[in-house]
């Protein structure tokens, strides 16, 4: 009997390694799912806007749409979640330039037609690479840049905006950091101690000093809505959350009237804040 036992949990054991090693060695594979293919433009919906390229600091040639709204006092920029590229998120573009708010949204390297290979630290230097590109290319006033991210976004958003100065922030349907969120898919694995990734949005949050807004839905089905509530605690003042409906992929189209008054109201604050 104690032999077949032995024999048993060996092999119990050894599977458990085979799959904790599997899931090590495709973690990058699971956290990035990048298309390349960029099949729609903003003037599908009528709005104009410019096909830009611009380099990061290691010599990439990244690309975005530099999308205006007449007359807006505030730009967007933009860091998209981890699938898709650009051409995916035109319902939120259109959101933001009906609200009177420029977009400059940007494709990670390894994205759309983003030069390289996505990474952690890759995606922290393409979004200052965005950044400086509206502050030195567009001459955009840093205090009239809101920086907006939507789930692996809200991390690069919230590592940029510690790190640089901008008018607010806005988080949306993020997470605390990579291994929490990694726990949360794979609660018996030992995930936090072979995490390749640290994305730590948490305290990323508690190093920046200018309006924060968090967006996060109970319903969230992938990042559970209390890491939301999670990010808004360690926030500082000033700071806002709002609660939407839906899932992750669609929370801000479900909810979309209360979502676009949260917006009003965040960026009539902005405003009246600078006045």
């Not at 956290?31 to 096909?51: C, F, I, K, N, T």
């Not at 708010?101 to 990670?108: A, E, G, P």
């Not at 993020?174 to 072979?194: G, K, L």
């Not at 949260?262 to 804040?273: G, H, I, Q, T, Y």
Request: net charge negative.
């Amino acid at each position: 009997m104690w032999p077949e036992l032995a024999y048993f949990v060996g092999m119990l054991l050894l599977a458990y390694l085979g799959w904790a090693a599997t899931l090590y060695c495709v973690q990058s594979r699971l956290l990035y799912r990048p298309v390349r293919e960029v099949l729609h433009s903003p003037e599908e919906l009528g709005l104009y806007y410019e096909d830009i390229t611009f380099k990061s600091k290691d010599g990439l040639t990244l690309n975005g749409w530099w999308v205006p709204a007449g007359n807006s006092m505030f730009t967007v920029l933009f860091c998209h979640g981890n699938g898709g590229n650009i051409t995916h998120r035109l319902d939120s573009i259109s959101i933001l330039n009906k609200l009177g708010l420029s977009c400059f949204i940007f494709d990670y390297r390894g994205y759309g037609n983003s030069e390289g290979t996505p990474s952690e630290e890759g995606t922290y230097l393409d979004a200052l690479a965005a950044y400086n590109w509206l502050a030195q290319t567009k001459k955009i006033r840093k205090e009239r840049i809101i920086v907006f991210g939507r789930s692996l976004g809200g991390s690069v958003a919230a590592q940029l905006a510690a790190t640089v100065r901008v008018g607010g922030v806005v988080i949306e349907s993020s997470f605390t950091s990579y291994a929490d969120i990694a726990a949360r898919f794979c609660p018996y694995m030992p995930v936090r101690r072979f995490a390749r990734f640290s994305y730590r949005t948490l305290d990323y949050i508690k190093e920046i000093h200018c309006p924060v807004l968090i967006i996060h839905s109970r319903n969230d089905e992938v990042v559970p809505f209390e890491f939301g509530v999670e990010l808004y605690e360690a926030a500082n003042e000033p700071k806002e959350f709002v609660e939407i409906l839906g899932d992750h992929n669609d929370g801000f189209l479900v909810a979309r009237e209360l979502y676009n008054d949260a917006w009003a109201k965040w960026v009539r604050f902005l405003a009246e804040k600078q006045d």
